[in-house]
């Protein structure tokens, strides 16, 4: 099983990234999918994930900015990011669970800085 995570990179305060991943391999029958983000010296920490059935979970610092959607025939999900904040500059990786397993994409950074 493979994660193929893009669309990270360097973008002014109030600007808008869109994040993609794409899950690949043996993989079926994903349950969740979901997007959570590593700055330095913290913990990992989700920032939104989405069931198979299209139900969302948002973390408090960004419901109302960020949205996840996912398109299911192509086992990939997405994240898109508007009103971006400096505090959102983080490593973001994407996570998948398929069959009681949990898989992660390698990251992909967000810098957002003027």
């Known amino acids: 099983v493979q994660l193929q995570a893009s669309g990270g990179g360097l973008v002014q305060p109030g600007g808008s990234l869109r994040l993609s991943c794409a899950a690949s391999g043996n993989i079926f029958n994903i349950k969740r999918m979901g997007w959570y983000c590593q700055s330095p010296g913290k913990q990992r920490e989700l920032v939104a994930d989405?069931?198979?059935?299209?139900?969302?979970n948002y973390a408090d610092s960004v419901k109302g900015r960020f949205t996840i959607s996912r398109d299911n025939a192509k086992n990939t999900v997405y994240l898109q990011m508007n009103s971006l904040k400096p505090a959102d500059t983080a490593v973001y990786y994407c996570?998948?669970?398929?069959?009681?397993?949990?898989?992660w994409g390698q990251g992909t950074l967000v810098t957002v800085s003027s």
């Open positions: 996570k998948v669970v398929s069959a009681g397993y949990s898989y």
């Open positions: 989405i069931t198979s059935g299209g139900s969302t």
